[in-house]
Nanobody
Framework: QVQLVESGGGLVQPGGSLKLSCEVS????????IGWFRQVPGKEREGVCA???????FYSESVEGRFTISKDNVKNTVYLQMNNLKPEDPGVYYC??????????????????WGHGTQVTVSP
């Protein structure tokens, strides 16, 4: 079964930065699109951004211009650089293999399970 392990979360002040990592194994990162999602208690998991196999990136409106997704196929790792973090950004962040339904709409692959995620907290 494929594995995606998130890390890099933590506590940061508003306006601060964090860089999350998603280390993947048991599949070729170069052949799959990857997305980052976040979830807060009581709400559904939401898509934050995604990167397709060609390296094109897509972002939700709430993070556009502040977050950057990237990947290193050699290191089998996907990154999420988060800058200017806001009070509405906290949550558990997950990475997942995704399918693009349209040019800028993506969803997790049905056959994969979620990992443990990494907690991001934004607080003064």
């Amino acid at each position: 079964q494929v594995q995606l392990v998130e890390s890099g979360g933590g506590l940061v002040q508003p306006g601060g930065s964090l860089k999350l990592s998603c280390e993947v194994s048991r599949f070729d990162l170069g052949n799959y699109a990857i997305g980052w999602f976040r979830q807060v208690p009581g709400k559904e998991r939401e898509g934050v951004c995604a990167i397709n196999v060609y390296g094109s990136t897509f972002y939700s409106e709430s993070v556009e211009g502040r977050f950057t997704i990237s990947k290193d196929n050699v290191k089998n790792t996907v990154y999420l650089q988060m800058n200017n973090l806001k009070p509405e950004d906290p949550g558990v962040y997950y990475c997942a293999r995704v399918l693009f339904i349209s040019r800028d709409i993506w969803r997790p692959r049905d056959e994969d399970s979620w990992g443990h995620g990494t907690q991001v907290t934004v607080s003064p």
